[in-house]
């Protein structure tokens, strides 16, 4: 696919409260997640090289032993098997994350 509307893709819900509509390329993959106020993404690790900006909104980040508040316009870099959870903040939030090895898991 090398053009695409992303409110056409395919949207999954990922745990409560979170949904994603997911592009996969060859290298990689580009997550657009929705998180509802509150929205809860549990601790996990995996092998993907992950970034993420965050477009609308605040999400409460916590990489390792840091936490943080990521608000619009910021974004974060988490490292291939670094333990790390999300928490929406008091409104709905808008964030694109980018994955390298491809994340097939989270393919429709």
């Known amino acids: 696919m090398s053009f695409f509307i992303v409110k056409d ?7 409560e409260g979170v949904r994603i509509r997911v592009i996969a390329g060859q290298k990689m993959t580009m997550g657009f997640f929705y998180l509802e106020p509150g929205a809860i993404v549990p601790e996990h690790s995996h092998p993907h090289e992950q970034m993420g900006t965050v477009l609308k909104g605040s999400v409460l980040l916590k990489l390792g032993g840091e936490e943080r508040i990521v608000e619009e316009g910021e974004g974060y870099h988490i490292l291939p098997n670094e333990t790390h959870s999300a928490r929406g903040g008091e409104g709905p939030a808008k964030i694109i994350e980018v994955f390298s090895p491809p994340r097939e898991d989270l393919q429709g």
Do not use: H
């Open 9 to 15: 893709i395919y949207e999954k819900r990922v745990a």
